[in-house]
């Protein structure tokens, strides 16, 4: 069973940057697709950024192009969002979230694990 653990989560000021990080307890399979999704208060769980261990195939969904930039260090099983340019409508719990094979999806249902989740709160 393979555990997530999250971190960097916090509140920052419209316009400031976050950086979160995600480790695996374990890498048991030969690849990975590690992903970061979020939920708002009274949304769907919505995709983010998705990453293959070896780094070289990556997803970045348009709400958070050009401003989010995911990264993995496999030698630490740890996959990087690096935030900037925040909005209020980045407020959310970011959740990190693996899986076996390089799919890339966007969809939760396709994930197996998942981490507890990190606040993030974009102030005005």
């Known amino acids: 069973q393979i555990q997530l653990v999250e971190s960097g989560g916090g509140l920052v000021q419209a316009g400031g940057s976050l950086r979160l990080s995600c480790t695996a307890s374990e890498r048991s399979f030969s690849t990975y697709t590690m992903s970061w999704f979020r939920q708002a208060p009274g949304k769907e769980r919505e995709f983010v950024a998705a990453?293959?261990?070896?780094?070289?195939?990556?997803k970045v969904a348009g709400s958070v192009k050009g401003r989010f930039t995911i990264s993995a260090d496999s030698a630490k099983n740890t996959v990087l969002l690096k935030m900037n340019s925040l909005t209020p409508e980045d407020t959310a719990v970011y959740y990190c979230?693996?899986?076996?094979?390089?799919?890339?999806?966007?969809?939760?249902?396709?994930?197996?694990?998942w981490g507890q989740g990190t606040q993030v709160t974009v102030s005005s």
């Open positions: 990453i293959t261990w070896s780094g070289m195939d990556t």
């Open positions: 979230a693996a899986t076996s094979g390089i799919t890339l999806s966007v969809q939760p249902e396709s994930y197996k694990f």
